[in-house]
């Protein structure tokens, strides 16, 4: 794809998250002469606003493409070497993009949290992706970069400090603030109409090796109800973004060869603290999670202003226990609110990343951390605001 017009199209630039990618990029990338890119939407007038507002240079390029018009996708395709995606729901809008990308070998990125969609579009595009040299890479934000890396980061640690990796790693929420964006809820909402109309659906959407064709793990700990954690110290709760966070730790597990193990268990909650105090939190977060993806939730393209997104903020621990007892932990960190300025960051490094640090990644379908590893993390400290800390 060296002939490419582009290194980098941002698809879906006007929407809210697109926006924010698009604005970060003409921001930390300004004056970034290598980096050839461009904004791609449905509507011309509204990408050459957005473009003024963000304060990208006037002569950002602008391409029309619309997820209903399959010749324009492809026409895009045929322009860059990758594909920064914020289009969704996927199960409605990923389709086409993704088959052309695999097709043609152009690399895809995007912030798919759909597991059942995803485990189809590996089945579906595997193979051409290997053949053309695509490099197909989902959940490149919130679900689920700060987890899995979270995951390689404690046993990177637990490797030096144990002697071996852990076959158990807990990852825990401490505190977050931000919304959940609207493009999360929609998703959500769509898979689970989706399994709904076809219950056969329903195995994939509970299996916790749904992305790991051919290979089957342990059984995984539920984390379906609030419980108390001896080791911890803590009531915890369950955490909505599980579904596919763990998913993805067991498939990048598998894509970099079982550095974990085969044994390997992980499960994540929200820690809501001790006593009766912390056993009644977790049951309210049990309640909220519910109303997270109802009627209430924000739309695709709503979002929090920017003064909110600044003062959102998270704080993962992972916890890589050993069978004798002995614990290392660590933390992730992240500067703003997990949703839309975080995420708007991560996929833009991830996308940068793979363009720039990715020369030995193959042809296929990706987790982010199993493609880049430390050079993600580097990325993401030295630009995206996470931090990643080993704690005592």
Not at 213 to 231: I, L, R, V
Not at 235 to 257: C, E, K, Y
Request: proline fraction near 5%; charged fraction near 20%; hydrophobic fraction near 40%.
């Amino acid at each position: 794809m060296t002939s490419s017009k582009f290194d980098l199209v941002v698809y879906g630039a006007t929407g809210f998250t697109g926006k924010l990618v698009a604005e970060y990029l003409a921001t930390r990338y300004r004056g970034d002469t290598s980096l050839r890119w461009a904004m791609a939407g449905r509507s011309l007038d509204k990408l050459a606003s957005v473009r003024d507002e963000i304060g990208a240079p006037a002569d950002t390029p602008l391409i029309v493409a619309d997820a209903s018009n399959a010749e324009s996708l492809k026409a895009m395709v045929a322009q860059t070497r990758l594909v920064l995606t914020t289009v969704g729901p996927y199960q409605f809008y990923g389709n086409e993009l993704v088959a052309a990308c695999a097709e043609t070998g152009t690399d895809y990125i995007d912030l798919c949290g759909e597991p059942v969609w995803m485990r189809q579009m590996i089945d579906k595009h595997q193979a051409a992706a290997e053949k053309s040299g695509a490099r197909i890479v989902f959940s490149c934000g919130f679900d689920s970069v700060p987890f899995e890396l979270g995951v390689y980061f404690v046993q990177q640690q637990a490797q030096k400090v144990l002697g071996a990796a852990a076959s158990r790693v807990k990852g825990r929420v401490r505190g977050m603030s931000g919304t959940l964006s609207g493009g999360t809820a929609a998703s959500a909402k769509a898979t689970f109409d989706a399994v709904a109309k076809d219950l056969s659906l329903v195995a994939i959407l509970k299996d916790s090796f749904a992305l790991t064709p051919g290979f089957k793990g342990p059984k995984q700990p539920s984390g379906n109800k609030p419980a108390y954690e001896e080791d911890l110290q803590s009531w915890t709760a369950p955490f909505m973004m599980a579904l596919i966070n763990t998913r993805n730790v067991h498939r990048s597990n598998m894509l970099m060869g079982f550095p974990y193990g085969q044994d390997f268990v992980y499960d994540e909650m929200v820690l809501t603290g001790p006593g009766e105090k912390g056993e009644a939190i977790a049951k309210k977060v049990m309640a909220a999670n519910a109303e997270k993806t109802g009627p209430s939730a924000p739309k695709p393209g709503e979002g929090p202003s920017k003064e909110e997104r600044e003062k959102g903020y998270y704080n993962l621990l992972f916890v890589a226990l050993a069978p004798d007892g002995r614990q290392v932990r660590a933390s992730v960190k992240g500067d703003c609110d997990p949703g839309y300025g975080s995420t708007s960051k991560m996929i833009s490094e991830c996308a940068i990343g793979l363009l720039r640090d990715g020369d030995s990644v193959k042809g296929g379908f990706w987790t982010p951390g199993a493609a880049l590893r430390d050079s993600l993390i580097k990325r993401l400290v030295d630009n995206a605001g996470l931090t990643f800390a080993v704690e005592s």
